[in-house]
């Protein structure tokens, strides 16, 4: 996981890890995770709020692209469509069984 400088000190103002500020930002408590460290870490983000300030320096870091590709990239998003396909019949996930 990365941080950037902005969201460790805004983490840092409330006495929370770089991820919880923006967690809590967004009202992200429960956002997605399959390590037990994150599950927990991301429900404690309920107890504080942040200021307009601290809201406000979140947003500008949105630079409106992808960290991942760019989804304006025709010949980007048919690759990563091909992935995910190949990736599925791979694993034969249609007759994959959750125990969650």
Known sequence: MFSLPELKAIGEKYGKTAA???SAGICSGGALSTHIERMKENLQVFNFALDE???AAIVALD???SAFFSHTDPNMVEWFVKMVEEHKQRKNCGQEIKNW
């Open 63 to 65: 630079k409106k692209q």
């Open 20 to 22: 919880q500020g923006p």
């Open 53 to 55: 300030a601290d809201m």
